[in-house]
């Protein structure tokens, strides 16, 4: 199995940063892509950047680029969203999303969620 710890999350004024962190651990044998998720109250869980394993580009929701930043650690199996001038509209729960090969089976992983709340 697969085991998502995140941290970072919190509660921040309008303009400010966050720094979000997520460690994968357990029998991993390789990891094909990692990336953050976002759902707030009533909405569908939504894509907001993800960051391949072995080139690719990275991608992101429109309603972030140029404002957050993701980037992994590959040796620390550790993916990293900097949240940069952030809005209210960010407001949401964000989950960690791993894709992983384990044992002989490729799957999705999630994490058991971090809160950002922005104030205005």
């Given at each position: 199995?697969?085991?998502?710890v995140?941290?970072g999350?919190?509660?921040?004024?309008?303009?400010?940063?966050?720094r979000?962190?997520?460690?994968?651990?357990?029998?991993?044998?390789?990891?094909?892509r990692?990336?953050?998720?976002?759902?707030?109250?009533?909405?569908q869980?939504?894509?907001?950047?993800?960051?391949?394993?072995g080139?690719?580009?990275?991608?992101?929701?429109?309603?972030?680029?140029?404002?957050?930043?993701?980037s992994?650690?590959?040796?620390?199996?550790t993916?990293?969203?900097?949240?940069?001038?952030?809005q209210?509209?960010?407001?949401?729960?964000?989950y960690?999303?791993v894709?992983?090969?384990?044992?002989?089976?490729?799957?999705?992983?999630?994490?058991?969620?971090?809160?950002?709340?922005?104030?205005?």
């Amino acid at each position: 199995q697969v085991q998502l710890v995140e941290s970072g999350g919190g509660l921040v004024q309008a303009g400010g940063s966050l720094r979000l962190s997520c460690a994968a651990s357990g029998r991993i044998f390789s990891i094909k892509r990692m990336g953050w998720y976002r759902q707030a109250p009533g909405n569908q869980r939504e894509l907001v950047a993800d960051i391949p394993t072995g080139g690719g580009s990275t991608n992101y929701a429109d309603s972030v680029k140029g404002r957050f930043t993701i980037s992994r650690d590959n040796a620390k199996n550790t993916v990293y969203l900097q949240m940069n001038s952030i809005q209210p509209e960010d407001t949401a729960v964000y989950y960690c999303n791993v894709r992983a090969v384990v044992g002989f089976m490729e799957r999705d992983y999630w994490g058991q969620g971090t809160q950002v709340t922005v104030s205005s």
